[in-house]
């Protein structure tokens, strides 16, 4: 059985992640992660952003992600920059989103040193918001800096893993599927020319599908593993929050972005 280790935050353990990185489970499930009061309020300024003049109602995404920038290095970092601002209008210290997730990284891996990725001068994008309405889906790929962000020092990590927390959930659809099928570098044969893979990819591979998540879950997966979201049925927008951590073993660091 291929099943996600899910419990409270003081039940994770560090051998949880081994065993993520290892591919002997699909994800990590923390519920509860944020009280929902808190994600209420988080989605109410999302929505306030979203809505403004500016973004015309057609923004799907709040800060900039590498991968939409992998050789437009110097735009990304000037957008995570730029971007500042608008996170800070959205969380309060209470509720800033990598002060949490660090702090949980912080109490497993003690002897690491966690941050924000930097390469120079330039910090890179802390997180993402996605707002995924109706119809929406996120199609079968993986995500491996190793591989598509040569351009960034990030590049040189050890392992990647991908933190996701769920800010509003949609009343049907929007599920994570995440596949027994570890990215390597031939089946880039099974690449689509836009974004993601033919399903043929995963047709033998065994899967998880998690479909219980709730607003202020936090969910971790090993994203070289193919995963998808399944197609957003429900009226209300599927909001979540995605962070790659990235784990220099010898450096003892770990990083993030997004
Ligand atoms: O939103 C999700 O559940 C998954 C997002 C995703 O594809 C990723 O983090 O790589």
Redesign the pocket.
């Known amino acids: 059985m291929w099943i996600p280790k899910q419990g409270h935050v003081n039940e994770i353990k560090r051998v949880d992640f081994q065993s993520l990185i290892q591919g002997k489970i699909p994800a990590i499930i923390i519920k509860n992660f944020y009280k929902k009061s808190q994600c209420i309020e988080i989605s109410l300024k999302i929505n306030s952003i979203q809505k403004s003049r500016f973004q015309k109602n057609k923004l799907d995404h709040i800060g900039p992600f590498l991968m939409a920038h992998t050789t437009r290095k110097k735009e990304y970092f000037d957008s995570a920059r730029k971007d500042k601002k608008k996170r800070q209008m959205i969380f309060s210290t209470e509720t800033e989103p990598t002060a949490k997730i660090f702090s949980l990284f912080q109490k497993l891996f003690s002897e690491y040193m966690i941050s924000t990725a930097k390469e120079s001068k330039n910090e890179y994008s802390p997180y993402i918001i ?1 707002i ?1 309405k109706k119809g929406k889906f ?1 199609p079968i ?3 491996n800096v190793k591989y598509e962000g040569k351009e960034y020092e990030l590049s040189k990590i050890d392992s990647q893993l ?3 927390l ?1 800010l509003q959930e949609s009343e049907k659809g ?3 599927v995440i596949y027994d099928k570890n990215w390597r570098k031939e089946d880039e044969r099974f690449r689509k020319i836009d974004f993601g893979y033919y399903p043929k990819i995963i047709s033998k591979s065994n899967f998880c599908r ?1 479909s219980n ?1 709730k607003a202020g879950d936090l ?1 971790i ?1 090993n ?1 070289n593993y193919f ?3 399944t197609k957003i049925e429900g009226e209300s927008p ?1 909001i ?1 929050l ?1 962070m ?1 951590v990235g784990i220099f073993k010898k450096q003892q660091q770990i990083v993030g972005w997004a």
Do not use: A, T, Y
Request: aromatic content about 4%; charged content about 20%; some cysteine.
């Open positions: 996605r995924h996120i790929h993986k995500d991908s933190c996701i769920h929007g599920e994570l998690i998540l969910v997966i994203p995963h998808q979201v599927r979540s995605g790659f």
